[in-house]
C-alpha cells in the first residue's frame, strides 16, 4: 500500500511565503513523476507544477517566477516552495505521484490527503 502524506499550508499575508511537503511511502518500485495540483472553491483541480524523474519541470503560467518544485527521490519526497503569494492562490493543494508500487505492472496516480491554503488580503 502507498501513502502520500502532506505538511505545510495554513494562513498567510498576501507577498508572503509558504513551503508544502510531501513524502511518499510503502511498497513503491519506482516514481516517474511527482508534484502539486491545486483546487479552489467551486474550479476544477488544476496541475500547479510537476517534477518528473528525469526531465524538467512544468508550471502552471499563473505561478511561473513565484514557485519551485523541488524532489528529493532518495527520500520519495517533493517540494513545492510558494513565494509572492496572491489572493488567488488560495485552495486545497494535494500531492501527485505517478509510481509503480511493487505488485502492479503498471504505475498509476496516487493522490495526498490535500491541505489547505489560503491567503488573505
Known amino acids: 500500500q502507498v501513502q502520500l502524506v502532506e505538511s505545510g499550508g495554513g494562513v498567510v499575508q498576501a507577498g508572503g511565503s509558504l513551503r508544502l511537503s510531501c513524502t511518499a511511502s510503502?511498497?513503491?518500485?519506482?516514481?516517474?513523476?511527482m508534484g502539486w495540483y491545486r483546487q479552489a472553491p467551486g474550479k476544477k483541480r488544476e496541475l500547479v507544477a510537476v517534477i518528473p524523474s528525469g526531465g524538467s519541470t512544468d508550471y502552471t503560467d499563473s505561478v511561473k517566477g513565484r514557485f519551485a518544485v523541488s524532489r528529493d527521490n532518495a527520500k520519495n519526497t517533493v517540494s513545492l516552495q510558494m513565494n509572492s503569494l496572491k489572493p488567488e492562490d488560495t485552495a486545497v493543494y494535494y500531492c501527485y505521484a505517478d509510481l509503480r508500487d511493487t505488485i502492479s505492472y503498471y504505475s498509476s496516480d496516487y493522490w495526498g490527503q490535500g491541505t489547505q491554503v489560503t491567503v488573505s488580503s
Open positions: 510503502g511498497s513503491i518500485f519506482r516514481i516517474n513523476a
